[in-house]
Structures are given as C-alpha cells and as structure tokens.
C-alpha cells in the first residue's frame, strides 16, 4: 500500500505477520463495534509489533457482532493469499455482512467471486506444496536430517506444516521457502523466516532412485500432456528430480502405450476353469444361507463364498470392507473397480487414490474409517483385453445390500458416507439425487445418518482441468463437513 494511501487512512492497524488472523480479527471486531467504515482503515504488516490493535478504539460491550461461522473459516484461508489488499477486502465484507447476513450465497457478487477465487488459489497452492515438496537428505546416523526447498504462490507455510509434520513425523525435516520456513525436530514444530535457494542442499543419491522409480509408475495410456502440466506446471519442475524424464517420456508415449497394450494379460476368475455353466439363475432367497457372523474377520470369511447374486461367477474374488471395527465412520462406494477385483481389497485404484489424497486434505486418518462398497463383487463388460466397469442393478444392490447391513449392525458407526447414487440407494433403500442432496444428511429410520455426495471416480472422468479441480475443491468441502461431523 502507497504510503500516501496510509496516511489519507483515519486508522491504521498493524499486523505481527502475512497471516496474523488473530489479529485481523481482533482489530476488525473492534472497527466494526465502533462503526468505523473500510473505507476508513488502512492495514499493515510490521513484524516487531506487538499489539496491531493497540492504537484502535476497544470494542463495544454492549455491541453484538454476528457472522456466519462460514466466513471465519474462509477468511483464515484467504488471509494465506499474496494480496496485499487481503486484510481490507475481508473487513469490507464483514462490513457487508452486518447488513446483508445471505451475501455469501449470492454467488454473482463480485465480492463473493473475488473470495471464491482467492480461497480456490490458497487451497490449490497448498496442494501442490503437498505434492512437489522433495526432501533431500543432508546428514547420516543419529544426525540425520532431511531439508527441501518450495516456493509457493501465496503465504501457506504455516497453515501447511501440521500435514508434513503427521506425514513424516518420524523424519527431522525442515521447508524452506523465499516466505517463512517449517522446522520438525521430531518433537515440536517451528515456523522460521524465509530463506533463499542457495541455503538448499543439492542432489543427494535418493534421488537416482526416485527416477527410477517415477519411470516405472508413469502410465503413457493416461498421458494427457495439457492436463499434466496444469496440475504440474513447469514452475516446479526445476525442483523436481523426476522433472528431467518428462520430456522424454512425453516423446515415447504413444509407442509405450501400445507396447503396454500388447503385454497386458487377462485376469479370469480363479474358479472359471471349473465352472461350465453359461448362465447363472439368481438364488432365491430359502437357496441362501445366512451365517450368523459375530466380528468382521469372520463376516469377511463367509463373504469369500457369496453367491446372493450372479456377479460371483465372473469377478476374481469377494472384495470385502476394511478398517477398524469400531470406526465412528464408514464410507460405502459403489462396487469394486477393476484393481480393486485383482487386490481383493477396496479403493485401491485409480479412484482410491483420489480419495486418499483428498482425505489427507481433510485431516481424516484413513486408518481409523472403515471402507466399504455397496456390491462386493466386481461387475463388468470385457472389451477386448480390458474389462470396463459395469453399473449394477437395482437387484443386484438389493442382493448384496445383506452383507452392507451386517457390516454396520457390526460397527455401529455414528456416520455412514454414501458415496455415490449406488451407495445411498443401498443405504436408504431408494434412489435420491445425489446432485441435489448432495452434503445433505439424512437421517435412517434407525437412527443412522447417512452424508450424501458424489463417489470420487466422478472426479476422474472430468476432462478439462480446471472442472477437475473445482470438482476436486467440492469434494474436498464435502470432506471437511464430514470431519466436522465426525468431530460432532
């Protein structure tokens, strides 16, 4: 800001750091109180300040300032942006908020749009410091320590650092940025200043490995170059070690796939051999037994030989629940996806590791849910060697809806997440419009809520980038109401 600007200013407020919230939150209760317009106050960031709102006058007892819980969450997020006109922005739309208490749903205000972006850019700058962050290591034996260098858009080091610090708490690391730089000793964490490149170690011999390594996992099937550099742009690339294949793996691409093509085998099911039959009857109801399960491992035991419905015949093997048994969570999907059907274990594939991902965003450990799918087995179409995914029937969910109800009287979870039109039909016992419900809770005749939203293979089939990443933020918003649940 023109220092002209801050003198023309009736009041300045002087804030510790880049993300000091509190106390933009401090001096705006006590602007507001006293009815003091944006236009009246000028922001600043003077690091050896003590109290930015010493200056200001206190706030009002007897002054009642009310706002949607929504907007202090968004506001600790934009407050992270590169703006330097962040912290006036969202004054003037506490300010706006006092009398327009449903301006955040009017998404056609230009304010609103302004924070839809700037929270979007925040949050797809602290995923890709999660994704492009590499450690180098730069000490051996009992003083080993690993340091990486990143250098993000927007002031997201701190607000970041809590995930590093669950990922590698094992590790004694530190990030070092042009803004701010995060220390973990094993023990406590530090936000430091910022540093320069210089001050990051060069190319350790990990690194050699790692090429190695993204060499053998790249796919050029899923190649789609415009789509990789959007959610990699070149900007990181210089900090990456797998960076310098991409040229040539781009290049030999459409051979690779073909060769690849050439070479996949196909996966029958273990028991075609034996089976003769063509044409399976669906089992009456007396035809089926009904064992009478008492843990999970058990329940997954006699899942091994369903055959409620025909899907059996075809898949490779029962694809049952995993977790915790007594997860306050379970998360159905629709039915096992073609990884899925080879591991014989859920989410897995492709689709799994987009939910992964965005469960790391959202701060719910995986490992104490439980993962599970509305239909057990795999149901497909073969296309020449490949096997495409195949909805299942309404009969089919009914079917396998015996083994979905044994898993939650079992666990007594205190939410269910259906993700996905399948998942909640199984659930609710009806089809619902998962478009139009979606974030919504429903409450079972037993009690049991169930969160609706979409099921993260949906995500996957968006072309265009920027759709993907909007939808990627939805579900992700999705996920982050589903911890507040859970915390409920």
């Known amino acids: 800001m023109a220092r002209t600007q801050l003198n023309l200013a009736a ?31 000028a922001w600043q960031v ?24 929504d907007f202090i969450e968004r506001a600790e997020t934009v407050i992270c942006h590169c703006d330097p006109d962040r912290f006036g922005f969202l004054y003037r739309l506490l300010w706006r908020l006092r009398s327009e208490p449903k301006l955040l749903s009017i998404a056609t205000d230009p304010d609103i749009r302004r924070l839809e972006a700037m929270e979007k850019a925040v949050h797809r700058d602290i995923h ?30 701190e607000r970041n650092a809590d995930f590093f610090v669950r990922r590698f708490t094992g590790m004694r690391w530190t990030i070092l940025t042009p803004h701010a730089s995060a220390d973990w000793d ?24 790692w090429r190695t390594y993204f060499e053998n996992i790249f796919n050029p099937a899923r190649l789609k170059v415009k789509a990789m550099q959007k ?6 690339w210089r900090n990456l070690p797998e960076a310098s294949l991409i040229p040539d793996l781009i290049a030999g691409a459409d051979r690779a796939a073909s060769d690849m093509i050439d070479r996949m085998p ?24 009904a064992p009478e399960a008492d843990d999970i491992p058990e329940l997954r035991e006699e899942a091994k030989g369903c055959r409620r419905c025909p899907l059996w015949r ?9 977790g915790p048994e007594n997860a306050d969570v379970i998360f159905v999907g629709e039915q096992p996806g073609d990884q899925e059907d080879l591991a014989g274990k859920p989410f897995v594939g492709p689709a799994g590791k987009v939910f992964d991902s965005i469960l790391d965003d959202a701060e719910i450990d995986r ?6 799918n509305a239909v057990k087995h795999f149901k497909f179409e073969p296309r020449g060697k490949r096997r495409i995914h195949s909805k299942p029937s309404a009969g089919e969910i009914q079917a396998c809806r015996w083994w979905l109800d044994k898993e939650l009287d079992l666990i007594k979870p205190n939410l269910v997440v259906a993700l996905g039109a399948t998942a909640a039909q199984s659930l609710l016992g009806k089809a619902v419009p998962i478009t139009k419900m979606r974030g919504d809770v429903v409450q079972r005749e037993d009690g049991l809520r169930v969160f609706l939203t979409i099921h993260p293979s949906f995500i996957l089939r968006i072309r265009e980038p920027e759709d993907k990443e909007a939808e990627r933020e939805r579900f992700l918003k999705d996920m982050r109401k589903v911890k507040q649940l859970m915390a409920a």
Do not use: C
């Open 314 to 322: 075809d898949a490779t093997q029962t694809v049952f629940g995993e």
């Open 46 to 69: 003077e690091p050896d300040r003590e109290d930015g709102a010493s200056d200001l006058p206190a706030a009002q007892a007897d002054a009642r300032l009310v706002v949607p819980r």
């Open 367 to 372: 490992r104490k849910v439980y993962v599970t």
């Open 128 to 157: 890709k410091m999660r994704a492009f962050v590499r450690f180098r290591k730069i000490r051996e034996g009992a003083d080993e320590r690993y340091v990486a260098w990143f250098e993000p858009d927007h002031f997201i080091v």
């Open 231 to 236: 959610e990699m742009p070149k900007k990181y």
């Open 266 to 289: 196909t996966s029958p099911a273990p028991h075609h051999a034996k089976v003769k039959a063509k044409h399976w009857p669906t089992p009456e109801p007396s035809d089926v037994v």
């Open 186 to 209: 094993g023990e406590r964490l530090a936000i430091g200043p910022g540093a320069a490149k210089r001050d990051a170690p060069a190319e350790d011999d990990a690194e050699a490995l």
């Open 11 to 41: 009041h300045l407020v002087r804030l510790e750091s880049q993300t000091d919230f509190a106390g933009w939150r401090v001096a705006a209760r006590r602007l507001a109180t006293n009815d003091i317009p944006p236009g009246d106050v």
